[in-house]
């Protein structure tokens, strides 16, 4: 378990309990500057760190440039609007089978993925229509 700190309790907390999925770097700086005035971002970006290598949190990518973060949970794929640049979460992982061939083709064991599909939210899509 980390190492308790002003800053990584507030990003902890912020993680779990707010119910929102993905986290930018800088939206959590945002918000734990709320809690913890003196938090700047390096110790943010410092908290991420060492809760992503204590297991409680995965970085996701999804090739915005910006790295997100989230609960580690139960493994799951994602979804990004081309247009508005929503992101939300798809259940379960869709990838299963493919882990199977991966390894029968190349003899690798498969321990881990991401994938982001991208296309139209419901809203922009019925906007484009």
């Not at 005035?37 to 110790?43: D, V």
Request: aromatic letters at 4%; one cysteine or more; hydrophobic letters at 40%.
């Amino acid at each position: 378990m980390p190492r308790p700190s002003p800053v990584t309790d507030a990003v902890r907390a912020l993680i779990t309990r707010s119910g929102q999925h993905l986290w930018a770097l800088d939206e959590l700086h945002d918000r734990v500057r709320e809690q913890v005035a003196s938090a700047n971002f390096s110790s943010v970006l410092r908290a991420v760190g060492t809760l992503e290598t204590a297991g409680l949190l995965d970085r996701i990518d999804v090739a915005d440039g910006k790295a997100r973060y989230e609960l580690r949970q139960e493994h799951h794929e994602h979804v990004k609007c081309s247009s508005c640049g929503r992101i939300q979460q798809v259940p379960g992982c869709v990838l299963e089978e493919a882990a199977a061939t991966v390894k029968a083709s190349t003899g690798f064991v498969v321990t881990g993925h991401q994938l982001v599909f991208s296309g139209l939210c419901g809203e922009c899509a019925q906007v484009s229509t």
